[in-house]
């Protein structure tokens, strides 16, 4: 059981972190970001700390050069010291933690030195750096609210924590600078985040546009499954948000799979895919291989990977006793097991060559009577409050075949 609720975790929880992993454009775009964040955080800093506080201001006062001193020695060090650091954990993997743990680690460093060196020297504070400022102006490029609410946070709380350990009101002109900067900054952010969402749009619109045109097509094989894969997608996604478990982004991308969860069906022989009456054992093999054909010519297809599990397993059984690998319970991944009650239902309430389709009170009682057996008990519970939703888009929904006459209603629904 243990080992069970691990491969749900796996699949349901950590859904989101393995979609950005798996997608190579957002890893590189991500890893990119971070080495011109690096890369312009150390000339900044070095420019503004060695050249201009060090050489170019005492020059301008007529001063001699400033000569660091230890503390000052110790935290060049230790700034340097965090690039290998970073590099170690991008090596690592740990891709979009390492921006976190690198201002982390600055700022500690910062107003470690800046109190060290107020209590220990004859220097008096300096409000603030400016490569700690231009953090905020850097932090936009990365497209993350939640980071540039760590960079916010972080900066306000070290100058509040160095005025309160120095006792000065110096780190008032830092904090208000970075108030104000941070409204530019989140102006930044949220221009970019409207560039990204429209290419994300664009991108999700021709996706799903290229999906329908390969169902269609696909359909043409068989006229009496013609929007089948359009509703067991709406059924689908209808139960799959009531979870409340999944982003709009899973959501969108869930809901490409299913109107792709038949397309092993390209490889089924019409004969067999259009036959009026009850299929032999060895026509149902052969129906039964769909899914793994399904799986397998998506499986190379960029922002479908991650959702192959749903087309290979729709036909497993909460009892076992499915099909293609036999899994039961929770073995088989959440999302498939709602597209198997999806894909049942829509089969039942759908006209078919050798049937007509079941009213809908019958199909509900059907889904109902398979709790525990074929389908997920929890998930059968969430469709009694799904299943209005589902009615209603079933009588508004615009059938484009007549119904078949012939009606043979003992034959058994799912079977295909």
Request: proline share 4%.
């Amino acid at each position: 059981m243990k080992v069970k609720r691990y491969r749900e975790m796996i699949f349901t929880r950590g859904m989101k972190v393995e979609a950005m992993l798996d997608n190579q454009a957002l890893t590189n775009t991500e890893r990119r970001t971070l080495k011109w964040f690096l890369g312009m955080f150390y000339v900044t800093y070095f420019f503004y700390e060695v050249f201009f506080q060090a050489i170019y201001g005492p020059f301008l006062s007529g001063e001699k050069a400033l000569k660091p001193n230890i503390i000052n020695i110790g935290m060049y060090v230790m700034v340097l010291a965090l690039l290998p650091i970073t590099l170690v954990l991008l090596k690592k993997g740990k891709l979009f933690f390492v921006k976190y743990f690198f201002v982390f680690s600055y700022l500690f460093i910062s107003i470690s030195y800046e109190v060290l060196n107020v209590l220990y020297s004859s220097e008096e504070y300096k409000s603030g750096n400016a490569v700690e400022v231009l953090f905020l102006l850097f932090s936009p490029i990365f497209v993350n609210i939640k980071f540039f609410r760590f960079v916010l946070v972080a900066l306000i709380l070290k100058y509040s924590l160095a005025g309160l350990l120095l006792g000065t009101t110096e780190v008032f002109f830092p904090i208000t600078l970075v108030l104000l900067l941070s409204v530019i900054a989140y102006i930044i952010l949220k221009r970019f985040q409207v560039y990204v969402s429209a290419i994300r749009s664009s991108y999700n619109d021709q996706l799903t546009g290229i999906v329908k045109g390969v169902i269609a097509t696909i359909e043409l094989k068989d006229p009496y499954t013609r929007g089948h894969s359009e509703r067991v997608a709406f059924y689908a996604n209808s139960l799959a948000r009531a979870l409340n478990q999944y982003s709009e982004t899973e959501l969108a991308s869930f809901y490409n799979a299913c109107l792709l969860h038949d397309i092993g069906k390209v490889n089924i022989p019409d004969a067999i895919l259009m036959k009026p009456s009850r299929l032999d054992a060895e026509e149902f093999e052969i129906i039964k291989s769909h899914p793994v054909s399904g799986a397998e010519a998506i499986q190379k297809v960029n922002g479908l990977q991650r959702d192959i599990d749903v087309i290979k397993y729709h036909h497993e059984r909460w009892d076992g006793k499915g099909y293609p690998d036999q899994l039961s319970g929770e073995e088989t991944p959440l999302l498939a097991r709602v597209v198997a009650i999806a894909d049942a239902f829509d089969a039942m309430t759908s006209s078919r060559s050798y049937r007509n389709a079941l009213p809908l009170e019958e199909a509900y009682k059907r889904i109902l009577e398979g709790k525990g057996t074929q389908f997920d008990p929890n998930l059968v519970d969430v469709f009694q409050s799904v299943f209005p939703e589902w009615a209603q888009f079933h009588q508004s929904y615009e059938w484009s075949y007549k119904k078949p006459l012939l009606n043979h209603d003992t034959r058994e629904e799912v079977s295909r």
